[in-house]
């Protein structure tokens, strides 16, 4: 089976730096993703890891260690309208080949405060 | 490009009644997810297509729910009859291509359920 651990909620303050962390166990790894969902709306696709290291992309940055079954999203110049659940999913292989699945974890619910 | 669009957005229904939901995935997706979203949590996965068929659905309680997706293309996701832990937002996906190289899912706005 997988498990992915991500705190349930944070607070941060407009302006500043926010990191969120996800651990996680699988077999298969195939890749990990962050996805966004404001409140009452659908996720929609933040970034993809599926090689060590560091991904960038403007304020939004993310982090994946395989050999640790880590990442963490980084969120750089915080905006009020970045408060919203922050989604890790990590894909692994099915044990019958027939295609990879894509597992949620509980979601961090970010609010950013003036 | 149309996103996945789902109906209903909202359905009220009282308990042991039959519900239906539709979701029409992108153009050209062949991969077609249904999800259910409770309040505060991340999407469980129900059941996955490839085209029109049924590769993982595990985690379908098929004592009630079924889903089909004929001509692999739209899908609709049906309920049973409904019972009061069925409240939730049930979530389409859609991703082009499976295997190896699979790349993000695109997901619909949902159609929130509440049972009486």
């Known amino acids: 089976g997988q498990n992915i651990d991500q705190p349930t909620e944070m607070t941060a303050t407009e302006g500043a730096i926010v990191q969120i962390n996800c651990t996680y166990q699988?077999?298969?790894?195939?890749?990990l993703f962050w996805y966004q969902q404001h409140a009452g709306e659908a996720p929609t696709f933040l970034s993809y890891?599926?090689?060590?290291g560091l991904e960038e992309k403007g304020r939004f940055s993310s982090f994946l260690s395989r050999s640790k079954g880590y990442s963490y999203l980084l969120l750089k110049e915080l905006q009020m309208k970045d408060s919203a659940s922050y989604l890790c999913?990590?894909?692994?292989?099915?044990?019958?080949?027939?295609?990879?699945?894509?597992?949620f974890g509980g979601g961090t619910r970010l609010m950013v405060k003036p | 490009e149309a996103g996945v669009v789902q109906s209903p957005r909202y359905k009220i229904i009282e308990k042991k009644q039959p519900v239906a939901f539709w979701c029409n995935p992108i153009?050209?997706?062949?991969?077609l997810y249904w999800y259910r979203q409770n309040l505060g949590q991340g999407p469980e996965l129900l059941i996955r297509?490839?085209?029109?068929?049924?590769?993982?659905d595990s985690q379908l309680p098929k004592d009630r729910f079924s889903a089909e997706r004929l001509k692999g293309v739209d899908s609709t996701l049906k309920i049973q009859p409904a019972e009061l832990g069925d409240s939730a937002v049930y979530l389409c996906?859609?991703?082009?291509?499976?295997?190896?190289?699979?790349?993000?899912?695109?997901f619909g706005e949902g159609s929130r359920l509440t049972v009486l």
């Open positions: 996906a859609s991703s082009p291509v499976s295997g190896p190289n699979t790349g993000e899912l695109f």
């Open positions: 699988t077999s298969g790894f195939n890749g």
């Open positions: 890891n599926v090689l060590d």
């Open positions: 999913a990590v894909r692994s292989t099915m044990n019958n080949n027939a295609g990879n699945m894509l597992t």
């Open positions: 153009s050209g997706h062949n991969t």
């Open positions: 297509y490839e085209n029109e068929e049924a590769v993982d």
